[in-house]
């Protein structure tokens, strides 16, 4: 895709008016849009987080809705983990060659040599058929950038031809790069190759693989293998980043699909009275990824072998002073899906479900649901499930303009109910919400032609959350 292209394609998933003032976010939210000082939607997926003394620097994966083709990595900072800035496209499309036009890049990743004080940047690198796989690298003076792409980093000569990977880099300084399948690879001094292989495959699948340590102890976070679709994650735990490595089971209860996520990275915080550890994950949609794909970070439990998200916490703050997080409870007003101030409109059923869930759901795609309310911010929770699809956001002011828009996905292989949309905090003020059915659903197939997702267009509300 052309640049221009990805970026008109980028801005009109989501749209804020530059005349309404975004007020700051006070915690992590799960499962929802993220924006960015501009109101722009925050892409960032597969990424990882880079601390550079009060700052924190987030890279990720650009995304647009209609292929998965390369379209930049991104670069966005902040100070406090819950506001983020758009920094710049930190590697851009290339004009031609391994990341230019029809070409994939994922997964990226970035360190600070100590050596050489430089940045590297770390990607697996491919063709649209995923025929053509390995891992590179590019390099930049500035952590915000531009990165200069090198090519394929090189391991005796030859590129290492894998596709997710990962990064570590460990309290004496030394670098490593962790692929699919999970073997380990230690990069040289300057972090521009590789001098060791240092742990042979573990399993067969095992992607997306993530490494953190803690007491001495490595844990080595995976995926299985099952395209866009989540799945469990699971771990192992090992005294040596050589190995032996001992399976650990899953790192979420079983069936969850690790909260309806994917690994990417651990973010550790290191407090005055603990240190703290932040499971980034990818919420994946496909194929609308620039507009619906959100990202899932929990606070890991971790005692001696044990490494667990025991619970899913939509929205929680860390104090990154002290490295303690806390679960906030804000003052809400919850309006029920059958509450006389939400307008629904075409066909709508509304229902108690069997776990007692008040749900009302259409695949209408003229069906609407719209809510007039005075405050800061409004979300709106869903029982996400097998058969439901996209949903249309808009978000007006009291004259009619338009303050945002999004598109919402609804789907998930695992039924639970959980929040799908939250607005960004707004100057308190008179608003309207409304929901739109779009006709249209989260399908694919992947490299052995299996099909995934959704079978239905349903949309779906249980309740509303006002401040």
């Known amino acids: 895709m052309k640049k221009a292209v990805f970026w008109i394609v980028f801005f009109a998933n989501i749209i804020i008016s530059s005349a309404q003032k975004l007020e700051r976010m006070d915690a992590v939210y799960s499962g929802v849009p993220w924006f960015d000082q501009n109101g722009n939607i925050v892409s960032a997926h597969g990424a990882c987080i880079v601390k550079e003394k009060e700052t924190f620097y987030l890279f990720g994966e650009a995304h647009s809705d209609d292929s998965n083709a390369f379209a930049g990595f991104n670069c ?42 430089e940045y590297v940047m770390y990607m697996h690198a491919d063709s649209l058929t995923y025929k053509d796989q390995f891992v590179g690298y590019a390099v930049s003076k500035n952590i915000e950038g ?6 394929p980093l090189l391991f005796e000569g030859k590129p290492i031809k894998k596709w997710d990977m ?34 042979e495959n573990i399993t067969t699948g095992f992607e997306s693989p993530t490494m953190l340590k803690k007491d001495n102890l490595y844990y080595f976070i995976g995926s299985h293998l099952t395209s866009w679709e989540r799945n469990d994650n699971y771990y192992y735990t090992s ?51 620039a507009s619906s794909a959100t990202y899932v970070w929990q606070p890991l439990t971790i005692s001696g072998t044990s490494l667990k998200i025991p619970e899913y916490h939509e929205s929680w703050q860390i104090d990154l002073q ?14 029920k899906n059958t509450d006389s101030k939400i307008k629904y409109s075409g066909n709508w059923n509304h229902a108690v479900k069997e776990n007692r869930i008040s749900e009302s759901k259409s695949d209408d795609k003229n069906a609407s649901f719209s809510i007039q309310f005075k405050g800061q911010q409004i979300g709106f929770s869903s029982l996400v499930g097998s058969e439901n699809g996209y949903a249309k956001v808009v978000l007006t002011d009291k004259e009619g303009k338009t303050i945002t828009t999004a598109i919402i996905d609804m789907y ?48 779906s509300i249980t309740q509303i959350a006002i401040r």
């Not at 399948?181 to 240092?198: F, N, P």
Request: proline share 6%.
């Open 166 to 199: 990962g990064i570590f880099q460990d309290d004496d300084g030394s670098g490593y790069i962790l692929v699919h399948g999970g073997e380990i690879y230690k990069l040289s001094d300057d972090y521009k190759s590789v001098t060791e292989k240092v742990n």
């Open 412 to 459: 998930s292989k695992s039924a639970m109910e959980t929040t799908v949309y939250k607005s960004p905090v707004l100057k308190k003020g008179n608003y309207v919400l409304k929901v739109y059915g779009t006709g249209e659903r989260p399908n694919w197939s992947d490299k052995r032609k299996s099909n995934y997702g959704s079978t239905g267009n349903y949309i």
């Open 322 to 335: 002290t490295g303690i997080v806390s679960v906030p409870k804000n003052a809400t007003k919850i309006l």
């Open 146 to 151: 531009p990165y200069t792409f090198k090519g």
């Open 76 to 117: 966005y900072s902040s100070r406090d983990l819950y506001n983020w800035k758009f920094e710049s496209v930190a590697l851009p499309l290339q004009k031609e060659g391994k990341l230019g036009p029809n070409r994939v890049g994922e997964r990226v990743k970035v360190m600070k040599c100590p050596k050489t004080a």
């Open 239 to 289: 005294n040596s980043i050589k190995g032996p490595w001992e399976s650990r089971g899953l790192i979420a209860p079983e069936g969850t699909l690790t909260w309806n996520s994917q690994s990417t990275f651990v973010l550790p915080i290191n407090g005055t009275k603990t240190r703290s550890y932040i499971f980034i994950g990818d919420r994946w949609s496909f194929p609308k990824q």
